[in-house]
Protein backbone atom coordinates (compact mmCIF):
# COMPACT_ATOMS: atom_id res chain seq x y z
CA UNK A 1 0.00 0.00 0.00
CA UNK A 2 2.72 2.41 1.23
CA UNK A 3 5.25 3.28 -1.29
CA UNK A 4 8.01 4.77 0.67
CA UNK A 5 8.42 5.65 4.50
CA UNK A 6 8.53 9.18 3.39
CA UNK A 7 4.61 9.71 1.83
CA UNK A 8 2.87 9.75 5.49
CA UNK A 9 3.65 13.49 6.06
CA UNK A 10 3.54 16.17 3.85
CA UNK A 11 5.90 18.57 4.95
CA UNK A 12 8.36 15.64 4.90
CA UNK A 13 10.91 15.25 1.71
CA UNK A 14 11.67 11.69 0.78
CA UNK A 15 15.66 12.00 -0.01
CA UNK A 16 15.20 12.64 -3.24
CA UNK A 17 13.69 15.99 -2.77
CA UNK A 18 9.99 14.59 -3.20
CA UNK A 19 6.71 15.71 -1.27
CA UNK A 20 4.90 11.92 -1.89
CA UNK A 21 1.56 13.50 -0.10
CA UNK A 22 1.46 16.35 -2.85
CA UNK A 23 2.11 14.03 -5.66
CA UNK A 24 -0.51 11.64 -4.21
CA UNK A 25 -2.85 14.45 -4.52
CA UNK A 26 -1.82 15.46 -8.25
CA UNK A 27 -3.10 11.54 -9.04
CA UNK A 28 -6.48 11.70 -7.55
CA UNK A 29 -6.69 14.61 -10.18
CA UNK A 30 -6.12 11.79 -12.82
CA UNK A 31 -8.71 9.96 -11.37
CA UNK A 32 -11.59 11.98 -11.84
CA UNK A 33 -13.39 12.62 -15.41
CA UNK A 34 -11.84 14.55 -18.47
CA UNK A 35 -12.33 18.09 -18.75
CA UNK A 36 -11.23 19.77 -21.67
CA UNK A 37 -10.68 23.92 -22.29
CA UNK A 38 -9.81 25.47 -25.24
CA UNK A 39 -9.64 29.04 -26.57
CA UNK A 40 -9.73 31.31 -29.44
CA UNK A 41 -9.14 34.88 -30.01
CA UNK A 42 -12.64 36.02 -27.99
CA UNK A 43 -14.07 32.91 -26.62
CA UNK A 44 -12.85 29.81 -24.19
CA UNK A 45 -14.70 27.07 -24.08
CA UNK A 46 -14.76 23.70 -21.61
CA UNK A 47 -16.17 20.40 -22.39
CA UNK A 48 -16.38 17.67 -19.48
CA UNK A 49 -18.00 14.22 -19.12
CA UNK A 50 -20.11 13.58 -16.61
CA UNK A 51 -20.00 10.50 -14.83
CA UNK A 52 -22.49 8.73 -12.94
CA UNK A 53 -22.14 7.40 -9.58
CA UNK A 54 -25.48 4.79 -10.86
CA UNK A 55 -28.25 3.94 -13.03
CA UNK A 56 -30.17 5.82 -11.30
CA UNK A 57 -28.09 9.28 -9.97
CA UNK A 58 -28.10 11.70 -11.00
CA UNK A 59 -24.37 12.84 -12.57
CA UNK A 60 -21.88 14.43 -10.85
CA UNK A 61 -21.32 17.97 -10.92
CA UNK A 62 -18.34 19.22 -13.44
CA UNK A 63 -18.80 22.95 -14.30
CA UNK A 64 -19.20 25.34 -12.01
CA UNK A 65 -19.93 29.31 -12.85
CA UNK A 66 -18.18 31.03 -10.81
CA UNK A 67 -19.40 34.52 -11.59
CA UNK A 68 -20.80 36.34 -15.20
CA UNK A 69 -17.60 36.08 -16.50
CA UNK A 70 -15.72 33.17 -15.24
CA UNK A 71 -16.24 29.09 -15.64
CA UNK A 72 -14.47 26.39 -14.03
CA UNK A 73 -14.18 22.42 -15.11
CA UNK A 74 -13.02 20.19 -12.18
CA UNK A 75 -11.15 17.05 -12.11
CA UNK A 76 -10.91 15.07 -9.24
CA UNK A 77 -12.51 15.24 -5.76
CA UNK A 78 -15.91 16.91 -6.12
CA UNK A 79 -16.05 17.70 -2.64
CA UNK A 80 -12.68 19.57 -2.70
CA UNK A 81 -13.74 21.31 -6.10
CA UNK A 82 -17.17 22.56 -3.97
CA UNK A 83 -14.80 24.20 -1.39
CA UNK A 84 -12.61 25.91 -4.28
CA UNK A 85 -15.48 26.88 -6.17
CA UNK A 86 -17.10 28.43 -3.22
CA UNK A 87 -13.91 30.17 -2.11
CA UNK A 88 -14.23 31.81 -6.18
CA UNK A 89 -17.40 32.71 -5.76
CA UNK A 90 -16.64 34.59 -2.44
CA UNK A 91 -13.59 36.41 -4.30
CA UNK A 92 -15.02 37.38 -6.91
CA UNK A 93 -18.23 38.84 -5.81
CA UNK A 94 -15.62 40.73 -2.94
CA UNK A 95 -13.57 42.47 -6.30
CA UNK A 96 -16.69 43.14 -7.71
CA UNK A 97 -17.89 44.92 -4.26
CA UNK A 98 -14.61 46.37 -3.46
CA UNK A 99 -14.31 48.02 -7.42
CA UNK A 100 -16.87 47.70 -9.00
CA UNK A 101 -15.37 45.83 -11.90
CA UNK A 102 -15.02 42.20 -12.40
CA UNK A 103 -11.98 40.15 -11.08
CA UNK A 104 -9.19 39.89 -13.63
CA UNK A 105 -9.19 35.93 -14.14
CA UNK A 106 -5.38 35.55 -13.42
CA UNK A 107 -5.89 37.33 -9.94
CA UNK A 108 -8.48 35.19 -9.03
CA UNK A 109 -6.29 31.94 -10.20
CA UNK A 110 -3.16 33.17 -8.97
CA UNK A 111 -5.00 33.18 -5.44
CA UNK A 112 -6.71 29.96 -5.69
CA UNK A 113 -3.22 28.49 -6.34
CA UNK A 114 -2.05 30.36 -3.08
CA UNK A 115 -5.12 28.88 -1.44
CA UNK A 116 -3.68 25.11 -2.74
CA UNK A 117 -0.35 25.90 -1.65
CA UNK A 118 -0.73 26.41 1.74
CA UNK A 119 -2.25 22.99 2.24
CA UNK A 120 1.27 21.80 0.70
CA UNK A 121 3.59 23.21 3.31
CA UNK A 122 0.93 22.59 6.42
CA UNK A 123 1.75 19.32 8.28
CA UNK A 124 -1.82 19.87 9.66
CA UNK A 125 -3.51 20.09 5.97
CA UNK A 126 -4.08 17.83 3.64
CA UNK A 127 -3.52 19.14 -0.42
CA UNK A 128 -6.64 19.50 -2.34
CA UNK A 129 -7.22 16.72 -4.52
CA UNK A 130 -8.69 18.26 -7.75
CA UNK A 131 -7.32 20.10 -10.52
CA UNK A 132 -9.31 23.38 -12.21
CA UNK A 133 -9.58 24.39 -15.86
CA UNK A 134 -10.11 27.88 -15.20
CA UNK A 135 -11.96 29.80 -18.18
CA UNK A 136 -12.44 33.11 -17.82
CA UNK A 137 -12.01 36.67 -20.24
CA UNK A 138 -11.12 40.36 -18.71
CA UNK A 139 -9.87 43.59 -19.69
CA UNK A 140 -7.04 41.31 -21.92
CA UNK A 141 -9.28 38.88 -23.73
CA UNK A 142 -10.00 35.14 -22.96
CA UNK A 143 -8.22 33.14 -20.76
CA UNK A 144 -7.62 29.40 -19.83
CA UNK A 145 -5.62 28.15 -16.42
CA UNK A 146 -5.53 24.90 -15.48
CA UNK A 147 -4.51 25.08 -11.34
CA UNK A 148 -2.95 21.72 -9.77
CA UNK A 149 -3.37 20.50 -6.05
CA UNK A 150 0.83 21.41 -5.69
CA UNK A 151 -0.20 24.96 -6.08
CA UNK A 152 1.33 25.01 -9.39
CA UNK A 153 -0.63 27.05 -12.33
CA UNK A 154 -0.61 27.51 -16.02
CA UNK A 155 -1.89 29.40 -18.61
CA UNK A 156 -2.67 27.69 -21.66
CA UNK A 157 -4.40 27.89 -25.50
CA UNK A 158 -6.14 24.39 -25.15
CA UNK A 159 -5.46 21.85 -21.73
CA UNK A 160 -7.27 18.87 -20.74
CA UNK A 161 -6.95 17.32 -17.40
CA UNK A 162 -8.39 13.97 -15.69
CA UNK A 163 -8.66 10.56 -16.60
CA UNK A 164 -7.06 9.38 -20.32
CA UNK A 165 -6.13 13.63 -21.05
CA UNK A 166 -3.23 12.54 -22.82
CA UNK A 167 -5.74 11.25 -25.97
CA UNK A 168 -7.16 14.84 -25.69
CA UNK A 169 -4.29 16.72 -25.26
CA UNK A 170 -3.02 15.01 -28.25
CA UNK A 171 -5.76 15.67 -30.12
CA UNK A 172 -5.07 19.69 -29.07
CA UNK A 173 -1.46 19.36 -29.76
CA UNK A 174 -2.09 19.07 -33.48
CA UNK A 175 -5.01 20.76 -33.83
CA UNK A 176 -4.63 24.31 -31.16
CA UNK A 177 -3.00 26.41 -33.85
CA UNK A 178 -6.38 26.88 -35.96
CA UNK A 179 -8.70 27.48 -32.61
CA UNK A 180 -6.92 31.30 -32.40
CA UNK A 181 -9.71 32.17 -34.99
CA UNK A 182 -11.84 29.87 -34.91
CA UNK A 183 -15.63 30.90 -34.59
CA UNK A 184 -17.77 30.12 -30.67
CA UNK A 185 -19.43 26.79 -33.05
CA UNK A 186 -16.03 25.51 -34.26
CA UNK A 187 -14.38 25.86 -30.77
CA UNK A 188 -16.93 24.28 -28.86
CA UNK A 189 -17.17 21.26 -31.38
CA UNK A 190 -13.38 21.43 -31.04
CA UNK A 191 -13.47 20.74 -27.11
CA UNK A 192 -16.36 17.94 -27.79
CA UNK A 193 -13.68 16.30 -30.33
CA UNK A 194 -10.78 16.53 -28.13
CA UNK A 195 -13.23 14.72 -24.91
CA UNK A 196 -14.25 12.74 -27.19
CA UNK A 197 -10.66 11.20 -27.60
CA UNK A 198 -10.73 10.23 -23.55
CA UNK A 199 -13.32 8.03 -24.26
CA UNK A 200 -12.65 6.83 -27.66
CA UNK A 201 -11.19 3.30 -26.28
CA UNK A 202 -13.10 2.75 -23.61
CA UNK A 203 -15.59 -0.34 -23.90
CA UNK A 204 -18.13 1.09 -21.55
CA UNK A 205 -18.50 4.82 -22.53
CA UNK A 206 -19.65 6.55 -24.78
CA UNK A 207 -19.78 10.62 -25.29
CA UNK A 208 -23.77 11.20 -25.18
CA UNK A 209 -26.02 14.28 -24.78
CA UNK A 210 -26.37 12.89 -20.92
CA UNK A 211 -23.16 12.97 -20.08
CA UNK A 212 -21.39 16.00 -21.60
CA UNK A 213 -21.47 19.40 -20.64
CA UNK A 214 -20.46 22.74 -21.97
CA UNK A 215 -19.49 25.89 -21.03
CA UNK A 216 -19.12 29.20 -22.95
CA UNK A 217 -17.44 32.30 -22.30
CA UNK A 218 -16.26 35.82 -24.45
CA UNK A 219 -15.27 38.39 -24.49
CA UNK A 220 -18.71 40.10 -25.92
CA UNK A 221 -19.69 40.47 -22.34
CA UNK A 222 -22.52 37.86 -22.49
CA UNK A 223 -22.35 35.89 -19.42
CA UNK A 224 -20.82 32.22 -18.98
CA UNK A 225 -22.97 29.56 -20.92
CA UNK A 226 -23.39 26.33 -19.39
CA UNK A 227 -24.95 23.60 -22.23
CA UNK A 228 -26.30 20.43 -21.22
CA UNK A 229 -28.71 17.73 -21.99
CA UNK A 230 -30.45 18.91 -25.37
CA UNK A 231 -28.48 21.28 -25.90
CA UNK A 232 -25.39 19.45 -26.44
CA UNK A 233 -27.21 16.71 -28.88
CA UNK A 234 -25.82 18.94 -31.95
CA UNK A 235 -22.20 18.78 -30.86
CA UNK A 236 -22.62 14.92 -30.02
CA UNK A 237 -24.47 14.64 -33.94
CA UNK A 238 -21.76 16.55 -35.40
CA UNK A 239 -18.90 14.22 -33.75
CA UNK A 240 -20.42 11.22 -36.03
CA UNK A 241 -19.08 12.96 -39.22
CA UNK A 242 -15.20 13.54 -37.54
CA UNK A 243 -13.23 10.26 -37.14
CA UNK A 244 -11.76 9.76 -33.96
CA UNK A 245 -8.19 9.65 -33.85
CA UNK A 246 -7.91 6.04 -31.52
CA UNK A 247 -10.25 3.89 -33.98
CA UNK A 248 -6.94 2.79 -35.84
CA UNK A 249 -4.43 3.35 -33.22
CA UNK A 250 -4.48 2.27 -29.44
CA UNK A 251 -1.48 4.71 -29.04
CA UNK A 252 -2.19 8.46 -27.97
CA UNK A 253 1.59 9.62 -28.78
CA UNK A 254 1.86 7.57 -32.59
CA UNK A 255 -1.06 8.53 -34.55
CA UNK A 256 -1.18 9.19 -38.16
CA UNK A 257 -2.28 12.64 -39.24
CA UNK A 258 -4.74 12.23 -40.88
CA UNK A 259 -7.20 10.00 -39.00
CA UNK A 260 -9.08 7.15 -41.07
CA UNK A 261 -12.36 7.57 -42.21
CA UNK A 262 -14.04 5.08 -39.75
CA UNK A 263 -17.32 5.63 -37.64
CA UNK A 264 -16.59 7.52 -35.08
CA UNK A 265 -16.36 5.63 -31.67
CA UNK A 266 -15.10 2.23 -31.93
CA UNK A 267 -17.08 0.48 -28.95
CA UNK A 268 -14.46 -2.71 -29.26
CA UNK A 269 -11.69 -0.58 -29.52
CA UNK A 270 -8.43 -1.82 -27.27
CA UNK A 271 -8.13 0.17 -24.10
CA UNK A 272 -5.56 3.12 -24.63
CA UNK A 273 -2.46 2.29 -23.20
CA UNK A 274 -1.87 4.00 -19.56
CA UNK A 275 -0.76 7.72 -19.90
CA UNK A 276 2.65 8.41 -19.43
CA UNK A 277 4.96 7.95 -16.02
CA UNK A 278 3.39 8.75 -13.15
CA UNK A 279 5.72 11.86 -11.48
CA UNK A 280 5.60 9.26 -8.33
CA UNK A 281 7.05 6.40 -10.17
CA UNK A 282 6.28 2.64 -9.55
CA UNK A 283 2.99 1.76 -10.76
CA UNK A 284 0.75 3.94 -12.27
CA UNK A 285 -2.66 3.92 -10.65
CA UNK A 286 -5.48 2.21 -12.60
CA UNK A 287 -6.95 4.27 -15.59
CA UNK A 288 -10.32 3.47 -14.29
CA UNK A 289 -11.32 3.93 -11.06
CA UNK A 290 -12.25 0.66 -9.31
CA UNK A 291 -16.15 0.22 -9.16
CA UNK A 292 -16.48 1.11 -5.46
CA UNK A 293 -17.32 3.64 -2.85
CA UNK A 294 -14.12 5.69 -2.87
CA UNK A 295 -14.28 6.25 -6.77
CA UNK A 296 -17.72 7.95 -6.59
CA UNK A 297 -15.93 10.89 -4.68
CA UNK A 298 -14.37 12.02 -7.77
CA UNK A 299 -15.35 13.18 -11.19
CA UNK B 1 -19.19 65.49 30.22
CA UNK B 2 -19.88 61.98 28.22
CA UNK B 3 -23.06 63.54 26.47
CA UNK B 4 -21.01 66.28 25.30
CA UNK B 5 -18.20 64.17 23.99
CA UNK B 6 -20.74 62.94 21.06
CA UNK B 7 -21.78 66.26 20.21
CA UNK B 8 -18.45 67.77 20.47
CA UNK B 9 -16.33 65.33 19.01
CA UNK B 10 -12.45 65.05 20.39
CA UNK B 11 -9.15 65.07 18.62
CA UNK B 12 -7.99 66.10 22.47
CA UNK B 13 -6.46 63.92 25.65
CA UNK B 14 -8.47 60.59 25.86
CA UNK B 15 -10.09 61.35 22.00
CA UNK B 16 -10.47 57.71 21.74
CA UNK B 17 -10.99 56.70 25.05
CA UNK B 18 -14.52 55.44 26.08
CA UNK B 19 -16.22 57.52 28.46
CA UNK B 20 -18.46 55.42 30.76
CA UNK B 21 -21.86 55.05 29.37
CA UNK B 22 -21.40 56.99 26.11
CA UNK B 23 -20.42 55.22 22.90
CA UNK B 24 -16.48 55.76 21.59
CA UNK B 25 -16.32 58.90 19.60
CA UNK B 26 -13.32 59.83 16.95
CA UNK B 27 -13.16 62.33 14.63
CA UNK B 28 -16.21 63.92 14.82
CA UNK B 29 -14.98 67.75 13.54
CA UNK B 30 -12.26 68.46 11.58
CA UNK B 31 -9.62 70.92 12.33
CA UNK B 32 -7.18 71.81 9.62
CA UNK B 33 -9.20 72.18 6.12
CA UNK B 34 -9.40 72.91 2.53
CA UNK B 35 -11.93 74.18 1.19
CA UNK B 36 -13.98 73.46 -2.59
CA UNK B 37 -12.48 71.91 -5.28
CA UNK B 38 -14.03 71.80 -8.87
CA UNK B 39 -14.53 69.32 -11.88
CA UNK B 40 -15.22 69.22 -15.33
CA UNK B 41 -15.37 66.45 -17.99
CA UNK B 42 -14.11 67.84 -21.31
CA UNK B 43 -14.74 65.94 -24.58
CA UNK B 44 -10.82 65.45 -25.15
CA UNK B 45 -10.21 64.87 -20.89
CA UNK B 46 -11.00 66.12 -17.61
CA UNK B 47 -10.09 69.00 -15.63
CA UNK B 48 -10.20 69.79 -11.62
CA UNK B 49 -8.92 72.88 -9.92
CA UNK B 50 -8.50 73.84 -6.02
CA UNK B 51 -7.28 76.65 -4.23
CA UNK B 52 -4.10 75.59 -2.31
CA UNK B 53 -4.87 76.92 1.36
CA UNK B 54 -5.41 74.79 4.61
CA UNK B 55 -7.37 76.69 7.12
CA UNK B 56 -7.22 75.83 10.92
CA UNK B 57 -11.11 77.25 11.95
CA UNK B 58 -11.20 80.59 10.31
CA UNK B 59 -7.25 81.24 10.38
CA UNK B 60 -5.03 80.94 6.97
CA UNK B 61 -3.14 78.53 8.61
CA UNK B 62 -0.96 77.14 5.92
CA UNK B 63 -0.42 77.88 2.49
CA UNK B 64 0.86 76.52 -0.80
CA UNK B 65 -0.37 73.13 -0.14
CA UNK B 66 -0.88 70.92 -3.03
CA UNK B 67 -4.82 69.32 -2.28
CA UNK B 68 -4.25 67.08 -5.44
CA UNK B 69 -3.12 63.51 -5.60
CA UNK B 70 -2.13 61.91 -7.98
CA UNK B 71 -3.41 57.73 -7.92
CA UNK B 72 -2.26 56.52 -11.09
CA UNK B 73 -0.62 57.60 -14.66
CA UNK B 74 -4.34 58.26 -15.32
CA UNK B 75 -6.52 59.27 -12.45
CA UNK B 76 -5.91 61.97 -9.82
CA UNK B 77 -8.06 63.33 -6.69
CA UNK B 78 -8.83 66.51 -5.90
CA UNK B 79 -9.49 66.34 -1.98
CA UNK B 80 -11.43 69.36 0.14
CA UNK B 81 -11.88 68.51 3.72
CA UNK B 82 -9.53 67.87 6.89
CA UNK B 83 -6.27 67.92 5.63
CA UNK B 84 -5.03 65.43 8.02
CA UNK B 85 -7.66 62.79 6.70
CA UNK B 86 -6.47 64.00 2.83
CA UNK B 87 -2.99 62.35 3.98
CA UNK B 88 -4.87 59.23 5.57
CA UNK B 89 -6.17 59.04 1.82
CA UNK B 90 -2.83 59.45 0.46
CA UNK B 91 -1.44 56.87 2.20
CA UNK B 92 -4.38 54.41 1.61
CA UNK B 93 -4.33 55.01 -1.83
CA UNK B 94 -0.85 54.64 -2.46
CA UNK B 95 -0.89 50.94 -0.60
CA UNK B 96 -3.46 50.20 -2.46
CA UNK B 97 -2.12 51.36 -5.86
CA UNK B 98 1.09 49.50 -4.60
CA UNK B 99 -0.61 46.04 -4.17
CA UNK B 100 -1.70 46.70 -7.27
CA UNK B 101 1.93 46.74 -9.03
CA UNK B 102 3.41 43.99 -6.53
CA UNK B 103 0.72 41.28 -8.71
CA UNK B 104 3.29 41.73 -11.18
CA UNK B 105 0.36 40.91 -13.95
CA UNK B 106 0.52 44.67 -15.53
CA UNK B 107 -2.95 45.02 -14.17
CA UNK B 108 -3.88 48.48 -12.07
CA UNK B 109 -7.11 50.12 -11.04
CA UNK B 110 -8.89 51.83 -13.22
CA UNK B 111 -9.81 55.27 -12.51
CA UNK B 112 -13.75 54.21 -12.01
CA UNK B 113 -12.27 51.22 -9.42
CA UNK B 114 -10.19 53.78 -7.92
CA UNK B 115 -13.61 55.58 -7.00
CA UNK B 116 -15.43 52.82 -6.38
CA UNK B 117 -12.42 51.87 -3.86
CA UNK B 118 -12.62 55.25 -2.09
CA UNK B 119 -16.62 54.79 -1.91
CA UNK B 120 -16.37 51.50 -0.46
CA UNK B 121 -13.60 52.84 2.41
CA UNK B 122 -15.40 55.98 2.81
CA UNK B 123 -18.54 54.30 3.45
CA UNK B 124 -16.98 51.44 6.02
CA UNK B 125 -15.27 54.34 8.25
CA UNK B 126 -19.06 56.48 8.03
CA UNK B 127 -20.25 53.38 9.41
CA UNK B 128 -17.78 53.09 12.47
CA UNK B 129 -18.58 56.38 13.03
CA UNK B 130 -14.85 57.50 12.28
CA UNK B 131 -15.32 59.02 8.81
CA UNK B 132 -12.51 60.39 6.58
CA UNK B 133 -13.61 64.16 7.07
CA UNK B 134 -13.40 64.58 3.08
CA UNK B 135 -15.06 65.36 -0.39
CA UNK B 136 -13.20 63.75 -2.64
CA UNK B 137 -13.19 64.75 -6.70
CA UNK B 138 -11.56 61.53 -9.00
CA UNK B 139 -10.73 62.33 -12.22
CA UNK B 140 -9.88 60.00 -14.59
CA UNK B 141 -9.10 59.17 -18.65
CA UNK B 142 -9.98 55.25 -19.06
CA UNK B 143 -10.15 53.78 -22.68
CA UNK B 144 -10.80 57.35 -24.16
CA UNK B 145 -12.81 58.15 -22.42
CA UNK B 146 -13.46 60.76 -19.17
CA UNK B 147 -14.48 60.19 -15.68
CA UNK B 148 -15.40 62.34 -13.29
CA UNK B 149 -16.67 61.38 -10.13
CA UNK B 150 -17.11 62.31 -6.01
CA UNK B 151 -17.05 59.98 -2.45
CA UNK B 152 -17.83 62.40 0.24
CA UNK B 153 -17.65 61.29 3.69
CA UNK B 154 -20.65 59.57 4.41
CA UNK B 155 -19.74 57.30 1.47
CA UNK B 156 -22.14 59.20 -0.83
CA UNK B 157 -20.55 58.34 -4.17
CA UNK B 158 -21.61 60.03 -7.71
CA UNK B 159 -20.70 60.73 -10.97
CA UNK B 160 -21.32 63.97 -13.10
CA UNK B 161 -19.84 66.08 -15.84
CA UNK B 162 -19.74 68.91 -13.75
CA UNK B 163 -18.73 68.35 -9.97
CA UNK B 164 -17.61 70.60 -6.96
CA UNK B 165 -17.51 70.00 -2.99
CA UNK B 166 -17.35 72.55 -0.18
CA UNK B 167 -18.59 75.85 -0.70
CA UNK B 168 -18.20 75.55 -4.62
CA UNK B 169 -21.79 72.97 -4.29
CA UNK B 170 -23.43 76.58 -3.30
CA UNK B 171 -21.27 79.51 -5.51
CA UNK B 172 -18.94 77.71 -8.29
CA UNK B 173 -21.72 74.52 -9.65
CA UNK B 174 -23.92 76.45 -10.84
CA UNK B 175 -20.96 78.56 -13.08
CA UNK B 176 -19.66 75.36 -13.91
CA UNK B 177 -23.56 74.00 -15.34
CA UNK B 178 -23.66 77.41 -17.15
CA UNK B 179 -20.40 76.84 -18.88
CA UNK B 180 -20.08 73.38 -19.36
CA UNK B 181 -20.93 71.69 -22.86
CA UNK B 182 -20.40 68.20 -24.53
CA UNK B 183 -17.71 69.45 -26.75
CA UNK B 184 -16.03 71.86 -24.63
CA UNK B 185 -12.21 71.52 -24.66
CA UNK B 186 -10.00 70.76 -21.84
CA UNK B 187 -8.38 74.28 -22.84
CA UNK B 188 -11.33 76.02 -22.64
CA UNK B 189 -12.28 74.13 -19.26
CA UNK B 190 -9.01 76.08 -17.81
CA UNK B 191 -10.55 78.95 -18.22
CA UNK B 192 -13.85 78.26 -16.73
CA UNK B 193 -11.89 77.27 -14.22
CA UNK B 194 -10.10 80.44 -13.16
CA UNK B 195 -13.04 82.31 -13.05
CA UNK B 196 -14.94 80.50 -11.18
CA UNK B 197 -12.17 80.18 -8.61
CA UNK B 198 -11.56 83.74 -8.86
CA UNK B 199 -15.34 84.17 -7.91
CA UNK B 200 -14.89 81.88 -4.82
CA UNK B 201 -11.86 83.31 -3.97
CA UNK B 202 -13.87 87.03 -3.97
CA UNK B 203 -16.72 85.29 -1.96
CA UNK B 204 -15.51 82.10 0.18
CA UNK B 205 -13.08 83.37 2.77
CA UNK B 206 -11.54 79.99 3.69
CA UNK B 207 -9.59 80.43 -0.21
CA UNK B 208 -6.38 82.29 -0.93
CA UNK B 209 -5.48 83.11 -4.78
CA UNK B 210 -2.84 80.99 -5.65
CA UNK B 211 -4.53 77.90 -7.58
CA UNK B 212 -3.53 75.11 -9.05
CA UNK B 213 -5.26 72.98 -12.18
CA UNK B 214 -4.58 69.96 -12.90
CA UNK B 215 -5.86 67.93 -16.55
CA UNK B 216 -6.08 64.06 -17.42
CA UNK B 217 -6.51 63.36 -21.17
CA UNK B 218 -5.40 60.22 -23.37
CA UNK B 219 -1.71 61.74 -22.44
CA UNK B 220 -2.27 60.99 -19.27
CA UNK B 221 -2.55 63.25 -15.86
CA UNK B 222 -0.79 66.43 -16.09
CA UNK B 223 -0.47 68.93 -12.53
CA UNK B 224 -0.44 72.52 -13.05
CA UNK B 225 1.99 74.89 -11.11
CA UNK B 226 0.54 76.69 -8.26
CA UNK B 227 -0.81 80.24 -9.75
CA UNK B 228 -1.40 83.40 -8.19
CA UNK B 229 -5.14 84.69 -10.00
CA UNK B 230 -5.27 87.71 -11.31
CA UNK B 231 -7.85 89.66 -9.05
CA UNK B 232 -9.37 92.66 -9.48
CA UNK B 233 -11.13 94.55 -6.21
CA UNK B 234 -12.11 97.77 -7.90
CA UNK B 235 -15.96 96.39 -8.75
CA UNK B 236 -18.00 98.76 -7.49
CA UNK B 237 -20.10 96.23 -5.50
CA UNK B 238 -16.38 95.96 -3.43
CA UNK B 239 -15.46 99.32 -3.03
CA UNK B 240 -19.04 100.39 -1.80
CA UNK B 241 -19.61 97.62 0.19
CA UNK B 242 -22.71 95.27 1.31
CA UNK B 243 -25.98 96.73 0.25
CA UNK B 244 -25.03 99.83 -1.11
CA UNK B 245 -27.66 100.54 -3.96
CA UNK B 246 -28.98 96.73 -3.42
CA UNK B 247 -26.34 96.52 -6.26
CA UNK B 248 -24.19 93.81 -3.73
CA UNK B 249 -24.76 90.27 -4.52
CA UNK B 250 -24.55 89.95 -0.69
Redesign the interface.
Known amino acids: MFRNQYDTDITTYSPQGRLHQVEYAMEAVKQGSASVGVRSKTHVVLATLKRFASELSGDQKKLFAIDDHVVIAISGLTADARVLSRYMRTETQHHKFMYEEPMPVGRLVLQVADKCQISTQRASKRPFGVGLLVAGVDENGPHLYQTCPSGNYFEYLAMAIGARSQSAKTYLERTYTTLADADVEALVQAAVTALRETVASSKDTELSAKNTAIAIVGSDGAPVRILENAAVQPYIDALDSTPSAADDDDDDEDEADAPAATPAVAPDAPAAAPEGGSPAGGDAPAEEPPANGAADMQT | MSGLRLTEGSRGPGASVAVEGAPLTRTQVPYVTGSSVLGMKCADGVVIACDTMASYGSLARFKRLTRMHVASPNCILGVGGDYSDFQQLQTMVDAEMTAQYV?N?G?S??P??IH??LA?HMYHRRCKVDPLWNSVLVAGFHKGEGTLSLVDLYGTAYSSDVLATGFALHLGLPLLRNAHRPDITVAEAKVVMNDVLKVLFYRDARTNDVVQLATVTAAGVEVGDMVKLDTEWNHKAFVQGARAGDESSW
Open positions: ADLLSKAAFR
